[in-house]
């Protein structure tokens, strides 16, 4: 299975930029759509932003002009670029991975263990 690890969480002033990382490693014949969630205390857990591996996008309308995702396929990791953050990004920003263990096997998906972004007014 693919196993997820993110980082470049942190701490932030209203206005600034942070960027998240994801790599994915394990067995796996191919990774489908790459992307990041997040979970906000005492709200459910949300897309921010998608990537397939054709390259399509989809982003949440709350971060569109703000995010920027981006995939290198050949390192199998993706990126977050969050700019002109506010306090309502404040969540924990789960990477996600949706792939294939097998050629002929079902769609798979991953998560990462979370990484904490906090905006301060």
């Known amino acids: 299975q693919v196993q997820l690890v993110e980082s470049g969480g942190g701490s932030v002033q209203a206005g600034g930029s942070l960027r998240l990382s994801c790599a994915a490693s394990g067995n796996f014949f191919r990774i489908n759509a790459m992307g990041w969630y997040r979970q906000a205390p005492g709200k459910q857990r949300e897309l921010v932003a998608v990537?397939?591996?054709?390259?399509?996008?989809n982003y949440a309308d709350s971060v569109k002009g703000r995010f920027s995702i981006s995939r290198d396929n050949t390192k199998n990791t993706v990126d977050l670029q969050m700019n002109s953050l506010k306090p309502e990004d404040t969540a924990i920003y789960y990477c996600?991975?949706?792939?294939?263990?097998?050629?002929?096997?079902?769609?798979?998906?991953?998560w990462g263990q979370g990484t904490q972004v906090t905006v301060s007014s």
């Open positions: 990537l397939s591996s054709g390259g399509v996008t």
């Open positions: 996600n991975a949706d792939y294939f263990r097998h050629p002929f096997g079902s769609l798979r998906t991953s």
